[in-house]
């Protein structure tokens, strides 16, 4: 069984950089396409960006020059840098993996999200 | 971008009802690329739908979805009181991947 879990430092301060990594266990990293989603508090959910195991990725046009993803597949690993917050970046992150199968697209594994807070 | 508008907001129905939920795309999506999920609260969402009409592995039969081009409906035929939650509807016809806003679902 594929699980996916956020991790990070906690509380962010205004203009600092977001960090989050997530670990995925019970399946491969060196497949599939590796997201990061945010929802901010009772809103919708907003995707953020991903990494494909090839390397490649693709962000959000709202967020693109402050987003970046990377891959560390020798832990398993992906991550998500997000630079300059304000506290509009506040929100649970979550990270989740694509699947593209036969044609379809689809989130298909979650992890739990973390409340990142942007707070001075 | 393509924007997903939910309706309605909030839907308010007794359990053994049946739940017919709107997803209005602002251009043509591919049934290939729309999905539906459930969110319950302090939980990640749980895909339920892809292909706009296939049924992830696990989810009852009592949930479905239709549609094509720029209007999909996820239709819950009998309301079991775990169903009650928030429904997204997401497309990834064209980048950037896009959600709904939500319908809320709940117990009247």
């Known amino acids: 069984q594929v699980q996916l879990q956020e991790s990070g430092p906690g509380p962010v301060k205004p203009s600092e950089t977001l960090s989050l990594t997530c670990t995925v266990s019970g399946g491969s990293i060196s497949s599939y396409s590796w997201n990061w989603i945010r929802q901010p508090p009772g809103k919708g959910l907003e995707w953020v960006g991903y990494i494909y195991n090839s390397g490649s990725t693709n962000y959000n046009p709202s967020l693109k020059s402050r987003v970046t993803v990377s891959l560390d597949t020798s832990k398993n690993q992906f991550s998500l840098k997000l630079s300059s917050v304000t506290a509009a970046d506040t929100a649970v992150y979550y990270c989740a993996r694509m699947t593209y199968d036969s044609g379809y697209y689809y989130f298909d594994y979650w992890g739990q999200g973390t409340l990142v807070t942007v707070s001075s | 971008e393509i924007v997903l508008t939910q309706s309605p907001g909030t839907l308010s129905l007794s359990p053994g009802e049946r739940a017919t939920l709107s997803c209005r795309a602002s251009q043509s999506v591919s049934s290939s690329y729309l999905a539906w999920y459930q969110q319950k609260p302090g939980q990640a969402p749980r895909l339920l739908i892809y292909g706009a009409s296939s049924r992830a592995t696990g989810i009852p039969d009592r949930f479905s979805g239709s549609g094509s081009g720029t209007d999909f409906t996820l239709t819950i035929s009998r309301l079991e009181p775990e169903d009650f939650a928030v429904y997204s509807c997401?497309?990834?016809?064209?980048?950037?991947?896009?959600f709904g806003q939500g319908t809320r679902l709940e117990i009247k």
């Open positions: 997401q497309q990834y016809g064209s980048s950037p991947i896009t």
